[in-house]
Structure formats: C-alpha cells, structure tokens
C-alpha cells in the first residue's frame, strides 16, 4: 500500500518587508506568508490521494523569536492537518534557531505530540511512520556536530530522511546555497548520496529541485514564499512523495499561486537621452499591469551619466509604478560587456572590465572560504578560478554563475 507524504520547507512565516499594511494591519508580505501556508495545507486535506504525514523540512519561521501572530496562526494550519488524522514532522531550520545554543528554536513552540504534531528542535530524532518506515529527522545544527549522529536504520525498514542545509550537487559540483543564510550548514555529501535511504527531503534552498538529478530521489521543495529577488524565479508549493512498500518513491510537484515578480529588461542608457529611458520604463511597466494582485518589480539601469540620471521625471515614474506592491529603481555604472556592438570580436574585454571581474572574484572566494567547511573547500577554489579564467577570456556567462 502506498504511503502518501505532503513534503514542504522554507515557508519563513513572519518575513516582511517595507511594504504597507493591508486592511487588519498585519504587513502584506507577512500575509503573503500565511496565504501561502492556507493553501498547502488546504491543498494538502483535499487532495485527491490521501496524504498520511507532513514533513517540513524547516524555517518554519523567519525570525528566531516570531511574533505571537505567527506562533498562533501555524499552530492554527498544524492542528487543521492533525484534525484531518494527518501527522505532522517538522524540524528546526537555521532561520527557527539562534547562536545561542541553550536557547529552543522557533518551531519548539509547534511541538504538541499528543496531536500528532511533532517539532525537532534537538539534532536528530527517528520516527516511525508506519510499520516498517521510518523518518530519520535531523534538524540544521545537527549537521554543524563534528561526528554525523548515528541513524538507526535497519535494511528490513524503508528509511526516509529529512534535515535542512546547503548539498553539494554531485551532479554539477554546485553547492545549493541560499541567499540570507544566517548559520548555514553544509549537508555531507555522504548524505546525499546514502542509498540506505529511500528518499531525502531537504529544505534551505529556495528552489525546487533534484539534487543529482531525479534518480538519487533528493530533492529540496523550495520555498512557500519568494523573497523579492533575492530568491530566484520558480514555481512554489509542495511535493507529494509517495513511497511504495518496495521502497521505491515518486515526486509529484504541486503548486500554489504567489505574487507576481516582474524583473524587467536591464536598460543600456550609455546612448540614451533621458526622455529615451522615460520611454522604455513606460513600455516595460505597462507588461506587468495584466494581473489583479499587486506585484513586485525591479527595473535596471545601467551606464547612466548623472546627468541623465537627474534628469528622468521621478513623478512620473513613481506614477507609473503605482500598482505594484514594491517598485525597485537600480542604477549602475559598471561596464557591460555588449556583444552586439563588439561582434567582431566579442572576447576583447576593457582593462576596466576585467579590474571589475577580479574584484568580484576576490570578494567571492573570500566570503565562501570564510563560511564553507574545509572538505569542499577545494572544490569551490578550483570552480571559482576556473570561472576566472572563462570571464577574463571574454566568456559571456550566465548570472547564476
């Protein structure tokens, strides 16, 4: 009989941002939040196949000390799943904690086992599902323990596992980090790779993805929410994992609607005139007018002469800008490499240009040998400079890389 788990992370309930309140004063991107929440749980009771247990896979929480709203408004969704007969496993993420080891994290106050509702705010924690299947929990800080805590598995079992941290894709040699990411925690490739586990269900990236591709059946759900653009683009919702009595898993993506994010075409003002870029915002703002939800939008410019710059008409433009939630005017004057107006040979880089590619490399390398644990930090260096040396050869890469 297949074992039907609703599988999510990273809903960050309390995150805000400098927007307005909407009518009962909570911050709109905090009820962003909760909607978001409401209907993965609401999606989660009426789906068609019976769903036996949640996992979250933590930053449940935003904020290490959430507000008693938030508090009160999970407990709420929790208890909806458990008054449905749905159990529910959720562990501490790096958001849910503090640095301050002798105090709980956030999602301790979730905890309500006589309900059903099971929240690991220690370091690993086994649970049996049902006869036969287990899910071996480990919460983010039990992944900084010098010595992995030994997991109590049995080849009789199915064993699922869960934490919340940074994986190495071996796939790619990419690391799945996220942006925000106080005390973030690399999950040992050993880990990813373990076939004593039937499924690994990861939180932390915001992302939906398959680490190492479908056939190592790990995934990260993604987050519940985006972040403005600090998150990248992408469906949001849950995965439904169904697990078979053979052990073999099936992921079934399901989403859920979220506010619309524009991130317009960067503008190239280096031949334009100020009334040439009031044109251009114009055309690109009247695309993000076809939703009835407030949006958030980003628009870029760069190569402005400070000139130009005084000289857009900021009534207007903020009169454009007056349906979206947030409006992000960014100006930069760093050279681009334009491979348009240098098609005989896009390779030839400024002094200027490749001065400002090395300083970006510097500033890269040094933030991740400071924060990366020392078995991958080889692996990073070598990836970093082999990045080097395709931008000062005149490569155009992507921005992920």
């Given at each position: 009989m297949t074992f039907n788990i609703a599988h999510f992370a990273d809903p960050h309930?309390?995150?805000?941002?400098?927007?307005?309140?909407?009518?009962?004063?909570?911050?709109?991107?905090?009820?962003d939040g909760y909607e978001a929440l409401r209907e993965i749980v609401?999606?989660?009771?009426?789906?068609?196949?019976?769903?036996?247990?949640?996992?979250?896979?933590?930053?449940?929480?935003?904020?290490?000390?959430?507000?008693?709203?938030?508090?009160?408004t999970v407990q709420y969704y929790m208890r909806e799943l458990a008054k449905h007969g749905i159990k529910v496993y959720i562990l501490a993420g790096n958001h849910d904690a503090t640095d301050i080891s002798s105090e709980l994290a956030a999602n301790a106050a979730i905890d309500d086992p006589d309900r059903g509702i099971f929240s690991l705010f220690g370091t690993y924690q086994k649970y049996e599902l049902e006869d036969g299947l287990l899910l071996h929990a480990m919460a983010h800080h039990g992944l900084s323990l010098e010595e992995t805590p030994t997991f109590e598995t049995s080849s009789k079992d199915i064993n699922i596992f869960t934490t919340h941290g940074a994986a190495l894709d071996p796939k790619n040699q990419e690391l799945m980090r996220c942006a925000d990411s106080p005390r973030e925690q690399i999950i040992p490739i050993d880990l990813?790779?373990?076939?004593?586990?039937?499924?690994?269900?990861?939180?932390?990236?915001?992302?939906?993805?398959?680490v190492g591709g479908e056939s190592l059946?790990?995934?990260?759900?993604?987050?519940?929410?985006?972040?403005?653009?600090?998150?990248?683009?992408?469906?949001?919702?849950?995965?439904?994992?169904?697990?078979?009595?053979?052990?073999?898993?099936?992921?079934?993506?399901?989403?859920?609607?979220?506010?619309?994010?524009?991130?317009?075409?960067?503008?190239?003002?280096?031949?334009?005139?100020?009334?040439?870029?009031?044109?251009?915002?114009?055309?690109?703002?009247?695309?993000?007018?076809?939703t009835d939800q407030a949006p958030i939008i980003r628009q870029k410019i760069i190569n402005t002469p400070r000139a130009i710059r005084e000289g857009l008409d900021r009534s207007r433009i903020n009169e454009l800008s007056q349906h979206a939630l947030q409006w992000q005017l960014e100006f930069s004057n760093i050279l681009q490499l334009n491979t348009e107006k240098n098609h005989d040979d896009p390779k030839q880089l400024s002094f200027a240009k490749k001065v400002n590619i090395v300083e970006q490399y510097s500033s890269w390398i040094k933030d991740y040998?400071?924060?990366?644990?020392?078995?991958?930090?080889?692996?990073?260096?070598?990836?970093?400079?082999?990045?080097?040396k395709r931008a000062l050869d005149g490569e155009v890469l992507d921005d992920h890389n």
């Open positions: 309930i309390g995150y805000k941002a400098k927007v307005k309140s909407n009518e009962s004063g909570t911050n709109i991107r905090v009820a609401e999606q989660i009771i009426t789906s068609d196949v019976k769903i036996d247990a949640v996992v979250i896979a933590g930053d449940l929480f935003h904020y290490s000390h959430p507000t008693i709203k938030d508090i009160s990813v790779m373990d076939d004593i586990f039937s499924a690994k269900l990861l939180g932390h990236y915001h992302s939906r993805y398959a059946n790990t995934w990260y759900s993604g987050s519940t929410l985006r972040r403005g653009f600090s998150d990248g683009a992408g469906e949001r919702g849950w995965l439904l994992v169904q697990v078979e009595v053979d052990g073999s898993v099936k992921f079934t993506p399901k989403n859920i609607k979220q506010r619309p994010q524009y991130d317009l075409k960067t503008i190239d003002a280096a031949d334009l005139s100020a009334g040439d870029i009031m044109d251009l915002i114009e055309q690109h703002l009247e695309g993000t007018r076809e040998e400071k924060e990366i644990a020392s078995e991958y930090k080889d692996i990073v260096v070598a990836d970093a400079e082999a990045y080097l």
